[in-house]
């Protein structure tokens, strides 16, 4: 039973925060409409921002892309919460490695204050223990809130495409 609630709950999420296709406002309080092409620009920034910051291996760059509340989760190290908790993940992981990555877009959906963004990435890693250069290719999951400085991420988890 618990394994199933845990496999239902994050999908049913997932399906809540999805906009219908053929909408062109998100949806929002009573009387209040928002222009999604305009919360998909700014999303398409965010996520073009955090590519760079990544790029940067900068962490000053990274953190305020993040809610107070934000959650990293990498693959194959524990989850990051908060601030304070997300700042050192990113400095244990630009320690390790150097990015030069792309990142394409597959997916972005709005629903009021709240969005989420299906991307890939790819380009190479230089691993900084050996010197070598390997190929990066991942997909990216973002759940994204909108607060009073504009999009930021609340949720982050990525995965190897291979």
């Not at 107070?68 to 304070?84: I, K, N, S």
Request: charged share 20%; glycine share 6%; net charge negative.
């Amino acid at each position: 039973m618990k394994r199933t609630i845990l496999f239902i709950l994050p999908v049913a999420l997932l399906l809540g925060c999805q906009a219908p296709a053929e909408k062109t406002e998100a949806r929002t309080e009573p009387h209040q409409t928002m222009n999604t092409s305009n919360d998909e620009t700014a999303i398409k920034e965010l996520l073009f921002k955090y590519r760079d910051a990544l790029n940067a291996s900068s962490v000053e760059q990274v953190l305020p892309l993040y809610t107070t509340d934000g959650v990293f989760m990498p693959t194959g190290f524990p989850t990051a919460v908060g601030t304070e908790q997300v700042k050192g993940a990113y400095e244990g992981v630009f320690s390790m490695i150097q990015l030069n990555i792309e990142f394409f877009i597959d997916e972005i959906a709005v629903d009021g204050d709240h969005a989420f963004a299906r991307t890939t990435s790819k380009g190479t890693t230089l691993i900084h223990a050996t010197g070598d250069t390997v190929p990066e290719e991942n997909r990216e999951l973002f759940v994204l809130q909108r607060t009073d400085g504009g999009w930021k991420i609340a949720r982050y988890m990525f995965n190897k495409m291979q």
